[in-house]
């Protein structure tokens, strides 16, 4: 009996019991990234092949690039400063060859690229994880557009205790940028943990938040539409015109009934914000101007205001100012503008608020540091977020 | 004017335009992978500096092993022979460091590795792609086990057309196996796709899909629990104790109230099915014998019923003869087991069944080739949904 058990666990470990046969899943003695106590971030690589490993992250130290160096044994290893509280993502580069850490099984996808992830605790980054504390319910679901003859898909978050209550609830809309879509605010944004988290602690009111997708021409993100993988997602130096076509921003109203028919909600201004990111800021910005009896509360998260790029004669994008003042005069609870002091975006920004100041109308500014990153829209949706429906 | 765009155009390549700053989109001319007319898969990698690129997949032809030969370019390159419509996944080894394709945005983790995925269409594979059709709504929600007295959590499928619709619902509960976790069948066994597809066509009744974690000891996957990313997915060589104490097994019916109560079913036996694969299928087994009145439809997946490796002096599982008799008498519409030709388990379910056959349970064997894969379950699922609630 004992020798037929040797011989299975034996057998076991070369086929990798219980998973797939064909696929080795390979174990190491590497343990890679570790988060030591000081709040530095060591990585490490076993590559005793390599001429070169490089770490590179979106933490400010030493700009986010780390040259690991290679020990007697085959593995390199980097060791960051001390880091302040975030979820960072990481690539790493060994001879030219760009992946994910090889041990580090937690990954997200940006865009066209799939990184590593890791948290450094002890600050906002607490809110990016779980806490024992009751979770919401995370959906994607699809409505259907008339605008685009298209069913199109929605990423969903109803608070803890939803499914149970008898009462209705206000709902934040928030809109990704270019090259993200319905999936990014969810995986990216951690919405679902922020969410939790700061309805646990009585700092948020318990809201549904609705993610749609942003670009118009598609039903879904890259691999949940028909085009299945032949849909690649891309970065592009421009923001594509399926994104800037005004078509999203003038249906938006379609997402809002679906919503309102579909979720136990509160049909009211004052109950409804619009958020968005980069381009979704822009769209944000538009979809708010030209429905301002929808959404008492208003968030450009480094907004996409560079209007050079945009057909500004579309009756959605012309007569902004125009816009604007209507929008003043109809009123809101908060319209919050955030933008990095290093974001390439943060002279467009002001000239918004420039415009915004002559029209009257009024905003709220938050500038932080860095540029245009998840870890700021995360910050910004922490802090926005705690402002609502109060 | 046109000196401005130019310079923002230049700006923006320079820094990721609308996407993050500090993380490099790099671009690449290679396009990997490439399935061609005769369904073989190119695999390229661009690696000028590597002595060795080694790709390795869940494909059966060259046992899925293809050595990638260098061009003058630094691209190595490697083509599959013709291939069976399938999902396959896989991960490329360059000069001892695995990790995925780096021109594939695609990826899915497998337990505690990130896998590059490619479909070779025409044949089963098109059933785990999106097609035109009516899709259905996918959640991760949350209910509390008594038992263990945690919030656990659960993915969950209902059909298209649910939310609007006034009828009720038959359920099949879906368990993943050892190193899986509630993720597994939404992610790796396409789920969603499979049902959507099915349903669309007639082939398949309208359903709900639930998803549990079968692992008592834990709330939820990898990094969506308390324990965040210092819960690792791991594949160990022994089923762990917590997938084998039995108290899953003895709670499965707090799910299933939970599920009855939450949504639309309809709570009788001849309305409910029950599978799982590998770790799974011994799930089911001791389950559905456990509380023979709850199950019409059994499914076992290439089960783990090695039963040296479990306790089976624990309550839920001792006297399994006597309730596997008792679950005969007591009858159900299918009992459904399938095993591939190949499998290291395909022993002991030619033994379970001679079990079955002495005490009189009658069941319907599917033997498929190849081995311990999703390739099998993902077809299994395909076949078993079919015979499920007419």
């Not at 979704?280 to 301002?292: D, Q």
Request: with cysteine.
């Amino acid at each position: 009996m004992k020798t037929l058990l040797v011989s299975i666990v034996v057998a076991a470990s070369s086929v990798g019991m219980l998973a797939q046969q064909n696929v080795g899943f390979k174990s190491s003695s590497v343990v890679s990234p570790i988060v030591n106590s000081d709040n530095s971030i060591t990585f490490q690589v076993e590559a005793p092949k390599a001429k070169s490993v490089i770490v590179k992250g979106d933490w400010e130290a030493e700009e986010g690039i780390g040259t690991l160096k290679k020990g007697k044994d085959g593995i390199w290893s980097y060791t960051t400063p001390a880091l302040p509280s975030e979820m960072y993502t990481y690539r790493v580069n060994v001879d030219g060859v760009i992946g994910i850490d090889p041990t580090n099984p937690f990954s997200c996808r940006d865009v066209g690229s799939i990184f590593s992830l890791i948290y450094v605790n002890n600050g906002c980054a607490d809110y990016y994880q779980v806490k024992d504390v009751p979770h919401g319910t995370m959906s994607t679901t699809w409505y259907h557009s008339n605008e685009v003859n298209l069913d199109r898909r929605l990423t969903i978050y109803t608070p803890p205790c939803y499914e149970k209550s008898d009462r209705s609830y206000p709902v934040l809309y928030l809109l990704h940028g270019s090259g993200g879509d319905e999936t990014a605010w969810a995986e990216l944004g951690r919405v679902a943990r922020i969410m939790d988290n700061l309805i646990a602690e009585g700092k948020a009111e318990p809201m549904i938040v609705v993610m749609p997708n942003g670009n118009s021409s598609k039903q879904a993100s890259p691999g949940e539409t028909s085009e299945n993988l032949s849909y690649k997602p891309l970065m592009t130096n421009m923001i594509p015109d399926s994104y800037k076509n005004g078509k999203y921003e003038k249906a938006f109203p379609e997402i809002v009934n679906f919503v309102d028919s579909r979720y136990k909600t509160i049909p009211a201004k004052d109950k409804r914000a619009l958020a968005g990111l980069s381009m979704g800021g822009m769209h944000t910005l538009f979809i708010s101007a030209t429905y301002p009896d929808m959404f008492g509360y208003i968030g450009l998260f480094s907004a996409g205001v560079n209007f050079s790029t945009v057909d500004m004669t579309l009756p959605i994008y012309s007569d902004l100012d125009g816009k604007l003042a209507n929008q003043s005069k109809a009123g809101y609870q908060l319209y919050w503008i955030a933008c990095g002091n290093t974001d390439f975006l943060y002279q467009n920004n002001k000239d918004l608020m420039s415009r915004m100041d002559k029209v009257g109308l009024k905003y709220t500014y938050h500038e932080s540091t860095r540029g245009h990153l998840w870890v700021n829209w995360r910050q910004y949706l922490l802090e926005f977020s705690q402002k609502l429906f109060k």
